[in-house]
């Protein structure tokens, strides 16, 4: 019992300290900061976090925001990977090319340059502390599950969406059967043709294209070029739905 209540009471210590230094970092003046960070760039030897660090305030010079990596877990994710973070949980896309799919609320504090609201960020957030080891032993990181032939499908534990990948070789199509909800197309890479419901003609469909297509809607995909067709389609969770 006892080495139970003392971890509680170090657990609890720890959540009002993050809570506390990460709220305060997200206030700080800029000036206060750009002191801190001239005092890091002098350090002969620099764990990867404070490199990290550093190569975000060369992006962001002065904001503050930079500092919140020190909290956060720095996850990398390999082509097919997918990360769930749950409602309030903070977080930050860093390099790289991802789909971000995500529910109506959204709130910043930092690393961009849009409307930030520190005070409504800094009461809503959880505070949860998860390890990376953790995040994979419990499938938070997501490698998807296939549905049909060239098309992985990522379900997070939450009703409001998921989102499907297409990954088609050329030459190749597939049909997708109707769904009970409204569905979003994206085309990220390649060219094909995009034919849905009841349309006589097939569409056009390139890179950066965005389709919109109704409920109970049957979609054919193919691909019109010498290279791979890859595209998103994000729609209300199936699980939901059913």
């Known amino acids: 019992m006892v080495p139970f209540v ?3 009471m170090q657990m609890s ?49 002065g904001d ?17 990977e997918a990360l769930y973070v749950s409602a309030n949980e903070p977080h930050a896309y860093l390099p790289g090319e991802c789909i971000e799919c995500m529910a109506t609320l959204d709130n910043r504090a930092g690393l961009t340059p849009k409307y930030r609201d520190t ?4 009461l809503m957030l959880t505070y949860n502390q ?30 409001e969406f998921e989102v499907d990948r297409y990954l088609l070789p050329p030459g ?17 890479t390649g060219e094909g043709e995009i034919q849905a419901g009841f349309m006589t003609d097939s569409a056009k469909a390139k890179e950066g294209d965005v389709f919109f297509v109704l409920a109970h809607t049957k979609v054919k ?3 019109s070029s010498p ?16």
């Open 130 to 159: 998860v390890l990376i080891f953790y995040m994979r032993a419990f499938r938070e990181i997501k490698q998807g599950m296939p549905v049909q032939p060239y098309v992985t499908r990522y379900a997070p534990s939450t009703d």
């Open 227 to 242: 290279r791979s067709m890859q595209l998103y389609r994000a729609g209300v969770n199936s699980s939901f739905l059913s």
């Open 172 to 188: 190749k199509s597939v049909t997708m059967s109707p769904v009970p909800g409204p569905s979003i197309f994206i085309v990220m």
């Open 13 to 61: 210590i720890y959540l009002f300290f993050a809570r506390f230094s990460l709220c305060r970092i997200c206030k700080a003046d800029g000036g206060i900061v750009a002191t801190h960070f001239a005092l890091l760039s002098g350090k002969l030897s620099l764990a990867k976090k404070e490199q990290l660090v550093l190569s975000l305030e060369k992006q962001y010079p």
């Open 6 to 8: 003392s971890a509680l």
């Open 221 to 223: 995909l193919y691909t």
């Open 64 to 80: 503050v925001g930079v500092l919140a990596a020190f909290f956060l877990n720095f996850v990398k994710l390999s082509p097919g």
């Open 119 to 122: 005070q409504t960020l800094c």
